[in-house]
């Protein structure tokens, strides 16, 4: 099974690309942690461990041939939707949400796997559906409910941003697969009422108070819409060159909420500027175009649709973490991939590197 | 190599959408560059001001008020360290145990240190708590010692305001308190600060401006909780300027003592020049008292004392000024022709005016009276008679001719004018008309007529010099830290009298003959080394009708006393009023002896006498003027 070829064909730049957005986001996570008390092993270091795991995690998944994936799919979601229903009945809650099942040893929270699970999905949906000339309403019935069902439990949490990318993802796939525009047209029209609907009685008081502080940060600027605030000042006073490594004044101060999370990027273009923040956006476009690219080079449906889906999870983590940093977006606990602190993100992306990884050399195996 | 597995019926359809997947990724990203764009190169400017003011606090440092200093560079009020107790909140370890610790270290009661700890807790965590303020030198050093047991604490030293000479001129220099609310709304005290101390009264509060100084600043950088994290800038306060008085320390001491616990005024006065030499008001208070909390009881002591020592009597209090009025009567007089210094009335002991008997102090009657015998016994009649030929409005011409009825314009704040009645006033006031009756007591002054001790003096001062108002004035300049002068406060002409110089010669040897012939009423203030001249006055309170044995002490009449010397070329002139001090003669005269005397020891015209018992026998001389002769007057 290890041919040679995989070694000659491994995707070195996709490896070398997420390896220094980790490298920079270690050093930013070391900047923002730097005015924590220093109880117990500082971030920065939690940060690579969690890096070095997730790249195992990573070679193991690229090491396994992906085709695998396509006869566990439909097991692994049935067992993450038991998952996500188990957690509805038995769940830790912590912060009013309950996203998190114990296993004693072990906490999970199955509404992360779900992310790469509905990739799967979905890809083995398709991979073995003909499609001519795009989806019909019809057709999108049985992928709708497939997204449905976890996306609904999800919500239920409730973990809004969770779910909203998870439909994100499958969007993206089902956009890929091809929808007609008839279709689309009559889905847009049945989405208006459905979104009345959730924000009338889905949706949380915070939920609606964070859409509400985006659209007005002023309305409460020392209580929700402080994040939002803080953040763009941090952002917009690192100008052009940025006021240097550690010399963040509203990241080193602690003005910034959650700043080696969610809001790290907001660190790191109060410290490094519009210049730094180039050069990220410049790695994770290129990440993401390459992401792409392996899926048009990729020779068969089920690996393109991988690569699609995984490319797609890996933009819109990356789209609205930015966006709701620098005040584009409504706060929704989103971390920035490869950048963030936190092992989930970083244990969920690198499995998603894996599959890509996974892809990209095995395109000349049939 | 051959795809076998593609079965993707739509190949190009999948590399196509690709691509429109690519657009999409690009239109986002473009998107967020773009904001990042407006955020970070359009509105930077914006941006960098709201961090800057997010972490950059401003704690004032409060400027050492300026020094004052009387006319000879003596310290009167200035400044001494005051060390305070404060903690820092954001670096205390153990709340309880700290208090347990500085209350067993300063002896302080538990309860009332937590009291001032809750009360500033509301503040930023940086923002030092004052806990216990006005420490001694000891309680502090013992402080230093035992730091280790006192984290979190800070010894803080602040300048207040140090008394010299404790509660002397109090009236003059007058006290500091917190600004109040009202004052920081006013144009005044526009830029202060809620907290900042200013002056409340007298010098203190009119020179203000120049005193204050300029307080500086520490710019800090805080965090997110407000804790203090460091010093980013300061800028020094500049110390406030020194203001000069023109009182003389000794001067002003010998006032006091001379005055002691009588409630009254004196007002000494440099003849040529308006500069006050001393200012008392009596009883005084402690203005150091009023810097920090004033002591609930002694703020009620002075609140009660019926003496009111809170009041500046020589600026604010107005005080008929009985027979010392009866020198502008005989200057009106003699100015209008209606008597000379040979004109003659007859003095039975009183004077029938209409249904009215008016009466001279001395019921026995004074016989043959001339303007010398006048002054000098203080006949009652040969004024009423005067008056009477005079009406209220001559004598009121006159009156304010020297000064009087309105303020001089001291320089401190409400200056009264005092009441010169005249016809037209009356009717204003009262809407009465005038009734010849009412001017006979305005002639020896009563009836209406008020005046203050400092307008007094200045009277008697234009008599002096013989016709010039000199503003008086208690400030001679405004020196700054480096000992440039920024004002110099130059004598200032405010009036000319423009009388006849025969006028003043006549009324001045009556003046002589007061305090140095027999039957004189102001023998008490006698020197051997120099000529005084002087007038004594005694006003009532209220009208008792031959009373006799005790009258209480509020409705006794005030005693009162002006003078000047030397006689033939006088320098200082003096305003003395003894409040229901009842006889101008015995109760004043001495007072202003006393105070004449420290001024002529001063010039060293008059030796200080060294030992204790040459005071007193020297004393025992001077107070030559028996009291059987006239120091009794109505």
């Known amino acids: 099974m290890f041919d040679r070829r995989l070694f000659t064909n491994f995707d070195w730049t996709l490896l070398g690309v997420v390896l220094l957005i980790t490298v920079f986001g270690v050093i930013n996570i070391y900047s923002a942690s730097s005015s924590y008390r220093d109880i117990g092993t500082p971030y920065y270091l939690k940060q690579l461990y969690w890096i070095v795991a997730g790249l195992l995690l990573?070679?193991?998944?690229?090491?396994l041939d992906y085709h695998m994936l396509e006869d566990f799919a439909y097991w692994l979601y049935g067992g993450v939707v038991v998952l996500l229903l188990l957690v509805l009945v038995a769940g830790k809650t912590t912060m009013g949400a309950t996203r998190w099942i114990s296993f004693g040893f072990f906490n999970m929270q199955p509404s992360e796997p779900m992310k790469i699970v509905i990739i799967m999905t979905f890809a083995r949906f398709f991979s073995r559906y003909p499609v001519f000339k795009g989806l019909t309403l019809k057709e999108l019935v049985y992928p709708l409910l497939l997204l449905g069902v976890p996306a609904a439990l999800i919500m239920k949490q409730p973990d809004l941003g969770t779910a909203i990318l998870v439909s994100l993802i499958a969007g993206t796939m089902l956009l890929f697969v091809g929808v007609r525009w008839s279709a689309l047209g009559t889905l847009f029209a049945?989405?208006?009422?459905?979104?009345?609907?959730?924000?009338?009685?889905?949706?949380?008081?915070?939920?609606?108070?964070?859409?509400?502080?985006?659209?007005?940060?002023?309305?409460?600027?020392?209580?929700?819409?402080?994040?939002?605030?803080q953040s763009k000042i941090a952002v917009g006073s690192?100008?052009?060159?940025?006021?240097?490594?550690?010399?963040?004044?509203?990241?080193?101060?602690?003005?910034?909420?959650?700043q080696h999370t969610d809001f790290a990027f907001s660190v790191f273009a109060e410290e490094w500027g519009f210049i730094g923040c180039l050069l990220m956006l410049a790695l994770y476009l290129f990440l993401i175009l390459w992401g792409l690219g392996i899926a048009k080079r990729c020779n068969d449906r089920f690996g393109s649709l991988l690569a699609v889906g995984v490319t797609a999870m890996l933009f819109w983590h990356i789209v609205i973490n930015m966006g709701m940093v620098i005040g584009l977006m409504p706060v929704v606990g989103v971390p920035l991939p490869f950048f963030s602190y936190g092992g989930t993100s970083m244990v969920t992306s690198m499995v998603g590197v894996g599959i890509l990884l996974n892809i990209s050399m095995r395109r000349f195996m049939f | 190599m051959k795809n076998l597995n593609n079965i993707i019926p739509d190949d190009d359809g999948g590399g196509r959408r690709i691509i429109g997947l690519s657009i999409g990724a690009f239109?986002?990203?473009?998107?967020?560059?773009?904001?990042?764009?407006?955020?970070?190169?359009?509105?930077?400017?914006?941006l960098i001001d709201q961090s800057e003011s997010n972490r950059l606090r401003f704690v004032p440092v409060a400027a050492p008020r300026g020094a004052i200093l009387d006319r000879n560079g003596k310290v009167l009020v200035s400044n001494t360290p005051s060390f305070s107790v404060a903690v820092i909140p954001q670096d205390v370890k153990d709340k309880e145990q700290l208090i347990d610790n500085l209350a067993r270290y300063l002896n302080l009661d538990r309860k009332?240190?937590?009291t001032k700890w809750?009360?500033?807790?509301?503040?930023?965590?940086?923002?030092?708590?004052?806990?216990?303020?006005?420490?001694?030198?000891?309680?502090?050093?013992?402080?230093?010692?035992?730091?280790?047991?006192?984290?979190?604490?800070?010894?803080?030293?602040?300048?207040?305001?140090?008394y010299a000479n404790g509660s002397l001129a109090s009236h003059l220099l007058g006290y500091l308190g917190e600004v109040s609310e009202d004052e920081l709304n006013s144009e005044r005290y526009r830029e202060y600060n809620a907290g900042d101390y200013i002056g409340k009264s007298g010098i203190e509060r009119a020179w203000e401006t120049y005193l204050h100084g300029t307080d500086g600043g520490r710019q800090i950088e805080v965090d997110a909780r407000g804790r203090f994290l460091r010093t980013v800038a300061e800028t020094g306060s500049s110390v406030?300027?020194?203001?000069?008085?023109?009182?003389?320390?000794?001067?002003?001491?010998?006032?006091?003592?001379?005055?002691?616990?009588?409630?009254?005024?004196?007002?000494a006065m440099d003849v040529n020049t308006g500069e006050i030499l001393a200012f008392v008001s009596s009883p005084d208070f402690d203005p150091a008292l009023f810097t920090g909390r004033m002591p609930p009881d002694i703020w009620k002591k002075y609140l009660e004392d019926e003496r009111h020592p809170l009041e500046n009597k020589a600026l604010k209090g107005m005080y008929p000024p009985g027979s010392t009025f009866k020198v502008i009567t005989a200057i009106a007089g003699l100015e209008e022709g209606l008597i000379d210094e040979h004109t003659t009335i007859q003095c039975t002991g009183s004077y029938k005016f209409g249904n009215a008997t008016f009466r001279c102090w001395d019921h026995k009657g004074h016989g043959s009276v001339d303007l010398k015998k006048s002054l000098r016994e203080s006949c009652d009649v040969y004024y009423y008679k005067l008056a009477e030929r005079l009406g209220v409005n001559?004598?009121?011409?006159?009156?304010?001719?020297?000064?009087?009825?309105?303020?001089?314009?001291?320089?401190?704040?409400?200056?009264?004018?005092?009441?010169i009645p005249t016809e037209e006033w009356k009717l204003k006031r009262f809407g009465k008309k005038w009734y010849a009756g009412e001017t006979l007591p305005v002639g020896i002054g009563q009836g209406y007529v008020l005046t203050t001790p400092v307008q007094l003096a200045s009277m008697i001062a234009t008599v002096a010099n013989e016709g010039t108002i000199y503003r008086p004035h208690l400030v001679k300049r405004v020196v700054d830290s480096d000992g440039k002068v920024l004002q110099d406060y130059t004598p200032q002409v405010i009036g000319k009298t423009g009388l006849k110089p025969s006028t003043y010669r006549f009324v001045k040897e009556g003046l002589l003959a007061v305090v140095n012939e027999p039957h004189g009423t102001g023998g008490m203030s006698r020197l051997w080394e120099v000529k005084v001249a002087g007038k004594t006055g005694s006003s009532q309170v209220v009208k008792l009708r031959d009373s006799k044995g005790d009258i209480p002490y509020r409705f006794r009449d005030h005693a009162l006393f002006v003078a000047f010397a030397p006689y033939e070329k006088p320098e200082i002139a003096i305003a003395v009023i003894v409040e229901h001090g009842e006889h101008g003669g015995s109760a004043a005269a001495p007072i202003s002896g006393k105070i004449l005397r420290a001024y002529f020891e001063g010039k060293g015209v008059i030796k200080k006498p060294v030992p204790k018992a040459a005071v007193k026998e020297e004393a025992g001389g001077e107070g030559v003027a028996e009291p059987d002769t006239g120091a009794k007057e109505e």
């Open chain 2, 27 to 46: 239109a986002m990203f473009f998107l967020l560059l773009s904001r990042l764009w407006y955020l970070q190169v359009i509105s930077a400017e914006d």
């Open chain 2, 240 to 267: 406030g300027n020194t203001v000069m008085l023109t009182i003389d320390l000794e001067m002003q001491k010998a006032a006091e003592q001379a005055l002691g616990d009588k409630a009254g005024a004196a007002v």
């Open chain 1, 190 to 229: 049945a989405a208006v009422p459905v979104v009345v609907v959730a924000w009338e009685f889905l949706l949380h008081d915070y939920q609606k108070k964070r859409v509400y502080n985006f659209l007005n940060p002023d309305l409460d600027p020392l209580g929700s819409g402080y994040h939002i605030i």
């Open chain 1, 238 to 258: 690192g100008a052009t060159l940025g006021k240097g490594f550690m010399q963040g004044t509203q990241s080193q101060l602690r003005f910034l909420p959650e």
């Open chain 2, 394 to 419: 001559r004598i009121a011409k006159y009156a304010k001719a020297f000064g009087l009825g309105a303020p001089l314009g001291i320089g401190l704040e409400n200056e009264k004018g005092g009441v």
């Open chain 2, 112 to 114: 009332e240190i937590e």
């Open chain 2, 118 to 162: 809750t009360k500033g807790q509301g503040r930023a965590k940086y923002y030092p708590l004052v806990v216990a303020s006005g420490i001694t030198r000891d309680q502090m050093e013992f402080l230093e010692e035992n730091r280790l047991a006192l984290s979190g604490v800070n010894i803080e030293m602040k300048p207040i305001r140090a």
């Open chain 1, 58 to 63: 990573s070679l193991t998944v690229c090491s």
